[in-house]
């Protein structure tokens, strides 16, 4: 049975002393669940329930998972990815009251999946998914919890498209708000925090510029679109590929070259996968590349790039640097791949996952997402639903009052305006 994370660590004193600061910081950065916070202490909307959730284990994930405690839930929670955990704060968050934390890095796969029993182990009435991994391992293994299933909240792309194939079986059992579809969420977090992030990790993790080189997007989906854009802003030549024609247009329009991964393959100095899809780079495509190349994956899962066939294909492999390993050809060319082809903004050693901001409106989407399931979860039968608009809107005003930015409202006259069928010419 997997013990919480303060009982596997060696100095946890000090381990929760790091976190905490983690914590601190991004707390301090995020009003949106900062004012959650004061409204959960005071109403207390989660007493009596126990939230399960699965999702990246770092410091801002830690805020979602303290204030939805301080809102009266028992929380238990570990990893959705074995590499992004950070340990101190895992501990930490084991330190806050009502919360457990199954969380550490690099535990290998039995040691995950031993992990998210743990946490289904404590009988959950609400799931946080980022993935999806809760709700798959309760439908597949634990099926008599789901009567006491209030619902769930999933924080991915991936999740969502894992959730719908369920809800299309007519397997998912319960109601799940789709958190990433919110524009809340996915204008900002998947764009710009996927965006900044991988490229912030890449070059951390590699010492090397992007002034200059070619670097191939693959997908042009919000995430493909941050990632391009920000590629661009700093000085890249940005090569797109995509398999959706609208969204290769687009990316046409934009002024990016859209190339096949075969033709794109030979001029790429780095390559970025933000497609949700699998085999996305695979054998011919190595055959073809440059020696030093950088591969990465920003998508959810580490099936983007094949890394068995490149295995397969390396007469050498090594550790270039931390986070970066060389696949070495027979010809000698070098394709040096990041973070094991997991997610690169959150498994490299460096790695610190979106930006605090970021993380405050996707994380706030998520608190009013459980809030709601609590308070009128009956409305909602087994499925995916979209988010509620009024909430996505309240976390919006919450973000822009934090920001001391003030907009317009419409007048009557433009309410029934927009609202008329009858006015025309
Ligand atoms: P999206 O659905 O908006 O975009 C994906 C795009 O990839 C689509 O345009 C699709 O046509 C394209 N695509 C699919 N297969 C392809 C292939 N073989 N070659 C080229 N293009 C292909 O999805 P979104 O929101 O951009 O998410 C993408 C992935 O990133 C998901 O796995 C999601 O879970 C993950 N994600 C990762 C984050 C991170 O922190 N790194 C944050 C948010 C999402």
Same mark, same amino acid.
């Given at each position: 049975?997997?013990?919480?994370?303060?009982?596997?660590?060696?100095?946890?004193?000090?381990?929760?002393?790091? %976190?905490?600061?983690?914590?601190?910081?991004?707390?301090?950065?995020?009003?949106?669940?900062?004012?959650?916070?004061?409204?959960?202490?005071?109403?207390?909307?989660? #007493?009596?329930?126990?939230?399960?959730?699965?999702?990246?284990?770092?410091? !801002?994930?830690?805020?979602?998972?303290?204030?939805?405690?301080?809102?009266?839930?028992?929380?238990?929670?570990?990893?959705?990815?074995?590499?992004?955990?950070? /340990?101190?704060?895992?501990?930490?968050?084991?330190?806050?009251?009502?919360?457990?934390?199954?969380?550490?890095?690099?535990?290998?796969?039995?040691?995950?999946?031993?992990?998210?029993?743990?946490?289904?182990?404590?009988?959950?009435?609400?799931?946080?998914?980022?993935?999806?991994?809760?709700?798959?391992?309760?439908?597949?293994?634990?099926?008599?919890?789901? /009567?006491?299933?209030? $619902? %769930?909240?999933? #924080?991915?792309?991936?999740?969502?498209?894992?959730?719908?194939?369920?809800?299309?079986?007519?397997?998912?059992?319960?109601?799940?708000?789709?958190?990433?579809?919110?524009?809340?969420?996915?204008?900002?977090?998947?764009?710009?925090?996927?965006?900044?992030?991988?490229?912030?990790?890449?070059?951390?993790?590699?010492?090397?510029?992007?002034? $200059? !080189?070619?670097?191939?997007?693959?997908?042009?989906?919000?995430?493909?679109?941050?990632?391009?854009?920000?590629?661009?802003?700093?000085?890249?030549?940005?090569?797109?590929?995509?398999?959706?024609?609208?969204?290769?247009?687009?990316?046409?329009?934009?002024?990016?070259?859209?190339?096949?991964?075969?033709?794109?393959?030979?001029?790429?100095?780095?390559?970025?996968?933000?497609?949700?899809?699998?085999?996305?780079?695979?054998?011919?495509?190595?055959?073809?590349?440059?020696?030093?190349?950088?591969?990465?994956?920003?998508?959810?899962?580490?099936?983007?790039?094949?890394?068995?066939?490149?295995?397969?294909?390396?007469?050498?492999?090594?550790?270039?640097?931390?986070?970066?390993?060389?696949?070495?050809?027979?010809?000698?060319?070098?394709?040096?791949?990041?973070?094991?082809?997991?997610?690169?903004?959150?498994?490299?050693?460096?790695?610190?996952?979106?930006?605090?901001?970021?993380?405050?409106?996707?994380?706030?989407?998520?608190?009013?997402?459980?809030?709601?399931?609590?308070?009128?979860?009956?409305?909602?039968?087994?499925?995916?639903?979209?988010?509620?608009?009024?909430?996505?809107? #309240?976390?919006?005003?919450?973000?822009?009052?934090?920001?001391?930015?003030?907009?317009?409202?419409?007048?009557?006259?433009?309410?029934?305006?927009?609202?008329?069928?009858?006015?025309?010419?």
């Amino acid at each position: 049975m997997t013990a919480p994370i303060s009982e596997r660590l060696e100095d946890v004193a000090q381990a929760r002393e790091s %976190g905490r600061r983690k914590m601190d910081w991004a707390a301090q950065h995020m009003p949106i669940c900062d004012s959650l916070r004061e409204e959960f202490e005071a109403d207390q909307p989660f #007493e009596g329930e126990r939230i399960g959730m699965a999702m990246h284990v770092e410091a !801002k994930t830690a805020i979602l998972a303290e204030i939805l405690a301080a809102g009266g839930a028992e929380v238990a929670i570990t990893g959705c990815n074995p590499l992004s955990t950070h /340990d101190d704060v895992s501990a930490a968050l084991d330190a806050v009251e009502g919360v457990t934390s199954y969380a550490e890095r690099g535990v290998d796969d039995e040691a995950y999946y031993a992990a998210i029993e743990a946490v289904i182990g404590h009988e959950p009435t609400i799931t946080v998914d980022d993935g999806m991994d809760l709700v798959a391992a309760i439908h597949e293994e634990y099926p008599e919890l789901i /009567d006491s299933i209030v $619902g %769930g909240a999933e #924080e991915t792309t991936t999740g969502v498209h894992r959730l719908r194939a369920m809800d299309e079986d007519g397997q998912l059992d319960y109601p799940v708000f789709a958190v990433n579809d919110t524009p809340m969420k996915r204008l900002f977090d998947n764009v710009h925090g996927t965006g900044e992030s991988s490229l912030a990790s890449i070059a951390m993790t590699t010492n090397l510029s992007w002034a $200059g !080189k070619t670097v191939v997007v693959a997908g042009y989906g919000h995430c493909g679109k941050g990632v391009a854009k920000k590629a661009s802003g700093q000085n890249a030549d940005v090569v797109v590929t995509e398999v959706e024609p609208r969204r290769a247009l687009e990316a046409h329009m934009e002024g990016y070259d859209v190339l096949p991964m075969a033709d794109a393959a030979k001029e790429g100095d780095v390559f970025i996968t933000t497609t949700g899809n699998r085999d996305v780079i695979v054998e011919e495509h190595f055959e073809a590349m440059q020696d030093g190349v950088l591969l990465a994956n920003a998508g959810h899962f580490d099936v983007e790039v094949d890394l068995d066939a490149l295995s397969d294909l390396a007469v050498d492999r090594y550790e270039a640097r931390d986070g970066v390993e060389a696949y070495e050809m027979a010809d000698g060319r070098r394709l040096n791949v990041l973070a094991e082809g997991r997610l690169v903004n959150l498994a490299t050693p460096i790695a610190l996952g979106h930006p605090v901001e970021v993380m405050d409106q996707s994380f706030g989407v998520q608190a009013v997402c459980v809030r709601e399931m609590v308070e009128n979860g009956e409305a909602y039968g087994p499925g995916v639903h979209d988010v509620p608009d009024r909430l996505d809107k #309240e976390v919006a005003e919450i973000k822009l009052e934090a920001e001391g930015v003030e907009f317009d409202a419409l007048t009557e006259t433009q309410a029934e305006y927009m609202d008329s069928w009858q006015h025309g010419t």
